[in-house]
């Protein structure tokens, strides 16, 4: 071939794209899988719903108002491939999985049934117990007098919203005044709308959040990670969406990984296809490493935030077309591998998160990072173009190194390149051995 003609190939092949995808969401969950899937050898086009200001050179930004629209909009636009980030369209109207499948656009993310594994706490519950998968007693309660003789007298307790409530519907309580104020705002208040509550046994140990790409009855197993929720160091103060993770698969010896993979892994994908659950997507898996072994505190149906910005830069292959042939039903386990060592991710938040969160501070240093990924989770570009805070997590500086400790410096040393007024961080992430 001559050069020219091979010139005229090449570009001719670079603006035909081989794959359209787009991603539902706009934090720094979809930031980091945008990347992975701009990185892998395929050529896509990739578009976001409703995507960020820091998404959009990557991805442009769908700007369309509901689910149905997003699907007249991505038949419109010949979509090969919808991935679900975020979960809350999973269980909205008929269901983001289901409305793809009835126009014939492969979903990354399960159906609206399956999905109930998140969206309803006392549904994932009666799934576990059916199942015979590890998890605490629980018992369901409908109104605050049967909550109160279902924990009767017992603390610590912990207090479940049945229903999505954006990480802020559990409540570990240490005593009868914290569990009161945390019934009546839910059960009395309706602080999150209609809903039962569970009242769950108190486990205790090591958390780890498991990942798995599942694909009907087969799944894979990505990098484990842990997240640290509370806002304060020594994971004290309350919960947030996540101050920061720390991935490798060095955080599990292979025993205890098989163990997980025995017990809660494998039934949860054989009791999917027994209940007759489609499931084509992520599933998490939140873990307590308890002294009676490993049991399930959580499911959710995509992936974490903050692990997925941790866990990302650790695949490598082709994580688009890994996606788009899940998607249509078939696991190619092949077409990725995860590195051996460890990335640290960690959060900068905005002044008063979680309880509240401050906008238009704006952001400096961001030019300085040299040593990091650094994914964007509540920021814009104001008018004269600065980026400045947007929403409560704010930024995901991501770093990797052989060891635990040589990750755990190189992400704090490029997060410290980095200000805005009132910005919040640990200072522990991933400091202390597991
Ligand atoms: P969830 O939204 O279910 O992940 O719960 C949020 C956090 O509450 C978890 O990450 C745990 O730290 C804590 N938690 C949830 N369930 C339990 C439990 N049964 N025992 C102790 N802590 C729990
Ligand atoms: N990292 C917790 C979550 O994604 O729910």
Not at 108 to 126: D, I, N, R, T
Request: charged share 25%; with cysteine.
């Amino acid at each position: 071939m001559s050069t020219e003609k091979h010139l005229f190939f090449r570009l001719g092949f670079a603006s035909f794209p081989e794959m359209k995808i787009l991603v539902v969401g706009k934090g720094g969950r979809e930031h980091a899988l945008i990347t992975a899937l701009k990185e892998s050898p395929v050529e896509t086009e990739v578009y976001c719903f409703p995507g960020s200001d820091a998404i959009a050179p990557m991805a442009a930004s769908v700007d369309v108002d509901g689910l149905h629209s997003l699907i007249d909009w991505m038949s419109t636009h010949a979509i090969d491939l919808c991935i679900a980030g975020e979960e809350s369209y999973l269980v909205k109207d008929e269901g983001l999985a289901n409305l793809c499948e009835r126009v014939g656009i492969p979903c990354w993310g399960p159906h609206k049934q399956s999905a109930q594994l998140e969206a309803s706490k006392e549904f994932a519950k009666e799934f576990m117990l059916r199942h015979s998968i590890p998890t605490g007693a629980a018992t369901g309660c409908a109104d605050i007098d049967e909550a109160r003789a279902a924990i009767h007298g017992n603390y610590p307790t912990v207090l479940k919203f049945d229903g999505l409530a954006a990480g802020k519907g559990v409540a570990v309580c240490a005593d009868e005044a914290s569990a009161e104020a945390f019934l009546n705002e839910v059960l009395v208040e309706r602080k999150f709308g209609a809903g039962r509550l569970l009242v769950e046994e108190c486990l205790v140990g090591p958390e780890v959040s498991i990942f798995a790409a599942v694909c009907d009855d087969e799944y894979q197993i990505f990098t484990p990670a842990r997240d640290y929720k509370r806002i304060g160091n020594n994971d004290e103060g309350p919960n947030t969406g996540g101050m920061g993770a720390v991935a490798s698969r060095q955080l599990i010896d292979a025993e205890t990984l098989k163990l997980i993979e025995k017990t809660i892994v494998r039934p949860t994908v054989d009791g999917l296809v027994k209940d007759g659950l489609p499931y084509r997507g992520y599933l998490y898996f939140g873990l307590m490493m308890t002294s009676d072994g490993p049991k399930i505190i959580e499911y959710n149906c995509r992936f974490g935030d903050p692990e997925c910005q941790a866990v990302m830069p650790l695949v490598q292959g082709d994580i688009a077309s890994y996606c788009l042939a899940a998607a249509k039903g078939e696991l190619k386990s092949d077409l990725l591998s995860f590195d051996e060592g460890w990335s640290v991710c960690l959060i900068l938040a905005s002044a008063g998160y979680p309880a509240s969160s401050r906008s238009g501070d704006v952001i400096s240093g961001l030019d300085h990072v040299d040593d990091a990924r650094v994914y964007h989770a509540g920021t814009m570009r104001n008018a004269d173009g600065q980026w400045e805070t947007n929403g409560g997590r704010v930024l995901a500086v991501v770093s990797g190194g052989d060891d635990r400790l040589s990750a755990v410096d190189a992400a704090y040393a490029e997060l410290d390149k980095i200000h805005f007024d009132g910005a919040q961080k640990r200072t522990d992430i991933g400091r202390m051995n597991f």
